[in-house]
C-alpha cells in the first residue's frame, strides 16, 4: 500500500463520531488510510480507523514503543493528530520521533497537568501581571493537614481539584465555614494522580478561546453556582464588548504560548473581570473544545474546523479568513428534577422530552416557527445510573442538546435557562407516562 497515513493518538469515548469525521474527510480529501493508537481497544475503534494499534499513552515508553511498532510504514505518515488530554505529551512526542508536523512535545505538559501550568505562570508571572492577567496562589497537597494549611492561608475561600481530570470531575469549591473533611474526602479518589488547591478567581463570569492555529473565537461558559461550579451550557457567540474581546484574547494567546500551542487546537478555559480589564486562565487545553463548541462553530460562523484540523494535519489548509456569526447556538447540559436512578429506557417509545421543551421554550419566547431549531440531542450515557438533581460533574446529568436561535427576539442565554426549566417538566411528563415493560439492564 502506498497510500499516505493521518495517524490519531488517543480519544475520549464520548467523542466517537468526531474521530469518524475526521476519519471521512482525511480518506475523502487526502486519500489517506486512518491508523488509531489507544489503550485496550475495542471493536467500536476498529470500526472508526484503518488499523489500530494498543498502545497506553500514559506509558512512560509511549513514545519509544510507538516509534518501534509504526516504523516500517515511516515514510508514509503524513500527517498527525494528538485528540486527547492524556496524550498531549506523549503523542506529541511519538510525531515528533516519527518527523511529523505538531505543537510542541516539550512544553505540551501544562495543558495535561493543572499543577504544571500554574508552575509554568508563576515562572513568568511579572510578565503576565504586566498584561492584567491573574496568576492564582496554588498548592499540591497530599494529606488534610496540607489542606488545612492553604485554608488557613485563604480564608476567603478556594477551589480543591484533581491535578489533571477534565469534565469538571472532582472540583470542589470551598467556602468560609465548609467541612474541610468532608472536601478532602471528595478529592480522595485523585490523590494518586494529585491534588491541588488554588486561590479563589475573584471573577464571576467565565469564558473560552477557542479555535485551531491562528483561527480563534470566544464561547461563553454558563456554569452551575454554588459547591459545584459545574458547565451547564455552552454559548456561541459569546456576548462581549470590544475591550472584554481583548482582554480574553490576550489572556488566551498567552496560556497557548505557555503550553507550546501554535498550529494545532485550543481551549482555554478563562474567567473575566466584571469591568472587562482583567482575566485568569481556569485551565488550557491542546485539543478541541468539548460540548459541541466545534459542532457550535460550525452552525454560527460556517466553518468546519475538524475538516480544517487534517487539512492543517497534512499542510493543505487555506486562509480562512475572519469568522462572521450568522445565527447563535448553545449547547445545553440537561438534568434530573430530584435524586433519582436513571435510564433513557425509562423514556417511552414515541416520547422526545427534549422537543417537547424547545417547543415550549419557543412558545414561552413567543418565537416563531424556524426561530429556535433542534440540531443535536444525545443521552451521557445509555447506562442505568443514580444522578442527582444538583449536579456534581459533567457525567452527572442526564442528557445533552444543541439549539440554533436565529432572529432577535431572543437571546440564547434566556433561551439555556427557559429551555432548563422546560425540560424537566417534560421529562418528568415523559417518565409519567405508562410505559411497557422493559428488559433489566
Known amino acids: 500500500m502506498t497510500a499516505p497515513i493521518l495517524l490519531i493518538v488517543d480519544y475520549n469515548l464520548s467523542r466517537i463520531d468526531e474521530v469518524r469525521h475526521l476519519r471521512d474527510h482525511a480518506r475523502e480529501r487526502h486519500g489517506a488510510t486512518v491508523v488509531l493508537i489507544r489503550a485496550d481497544p475495542t471493536a467500536a475503534d476498529h470500526a472508526i480507523a484503518d488499523e489500530v494499534i494498543d498502545l497506553d499513552p500514559l506509558r512512560d515508553d509511549f513514545a519509544e514503543m510507538g516509534e518501534k511498532l509504526l516504523g516500517d510504514r515511516r515514510e508514509r505518515i503524513r500527517a498527525g493528530i494528538v485528540f486527547s488530554d492524556n496524550a498531549v505529551r506523549s503523542g ?14 516539550r512544553l505540551a505538559e501544562g495543558a495535561f497537568s493543572k499543577y504544571h501550568y500554574r508552575l509554568d505562570e508563576a515562572r513568568v508571572a511579572g510578565l503576565l501581571a504586566a498584561q492584567r492577567v491573574m496568576v492564582p496562589d496554588f498548592a499540591e497537597i497530599a494529606s ?11 480564608p476567603e475561600g478556594f477551589v480543591v481539584k484533581p491535578a489533571a481530570e477534565g469534565n469538571n470531575r472532582g472540583v470542589v469549591v470551598v467556602r468560609p ?79 497557548n504560548w505557555l503550553v507550546g500551542q501554535c498550529d494545532g487546537p485550543f481551549h482555554n478555559e478563562i474567567k473575566l473581570s466584571d469591568d472587562g480589564l ?19 462553530a460550525r452552525w454560527v460562523y460556517g466553518i468546519d474546523l475538524h475538516h480544517r484540523w487534517v487539512d492543517t494535519a497534512f499542510g493543505t489548509a487555506a486562509d480562512a479568513g475572519r469568522l462572521v456569526p450568522g ?4 449547547t445545553v447540559m440537561l438534568g434530573v428534577g430530584d435524586d433519582r436512578s436513571f435510564c433513557p429506557d425509562d423514556v417511552p ?27 443535536e440531542f444525545s443521552w451521557v ?25 436565529r432572529g432577535d427576539r431572543a437571546d440564547i442565554r434566556t433561551v439555556v435557562h427557559a429551555l432548563r426549566e422546560d425540560w424537566s417538566l417534560a421529562l418528568d411528563r415523559a ?3 405508562p410505559t411497557p415493560a422493559r428488559k433489566a439492564r
Open 349 to 375: 417509545a414515541g416520547a422526545d422530552p427534549f422537543a417537547d421543551a424547545v417547543r415550549a421554550t419557543a412558545e414561552r419566547l413567543g418565537l416563531g416557527d424556524g426561530e429556535l431549531t433542534v440540531t
Open 177 to 255: 465555614g465548609d467541612d474541610l473533611t468532608a472536601a478532602f474526602a471528595e478529592v480522595l479518589p485523585y490523590l494518586e494522580g494529585g491534588v491541588i488547591c488554588e486561590e479563589l478567581i475573584p471573577y464571576r463570569r467565565e469564558f473560552s478561546f477557542d479555535g485551531l492555529g491562528p483561527l480563534a473565537f470566544l464561547t461563553e461558559k454558563i456554569s452551575a453556582r454554588g459547591r459545584y461550579p459545574v458547565e451547564i451550557a455552552q454559548v456561541l457567540p459569546a456576548g462581549v464588548d470590544e475591550h472584554e474581546r481583548a482582554t480574553l484574547e490576550r489572556a488566551g494567546r498567552q496560556a
Open 431 to 433: 417518565l409519567a407516562l
Open 327 to 330: 445565527c447563535s447556538a448553545a
Open 381 to 405: 450515557s445509555p447506562l442505568r445510573r443514580d444522578l442527582h438533581a444538583v449536579p456534581r460533574d459533567n457525567a452527572d446529568f442526564a442528557a445533552q442538546g444543541c439549539v440554533v436561535l
Open 92 to 105: 506529541a512526542e511519538l510525531l515528533e520521533r516519527l518527523g511529523v508536523p505538531v505543537d510542541s512535545a
Open 144 to 154: 488534610l493537614d496540607q489542606l488545612r494549611d492553604f485554608a488557613r492561608d485563604h
Open 278 to 296: 482583567r482575566a485568569a486562565v481556569v485551565e488550557p487545553n491542546r485539543r478541541p473544545a468539548g460540548m459541541k463548541i466545534w459542532s457550535l
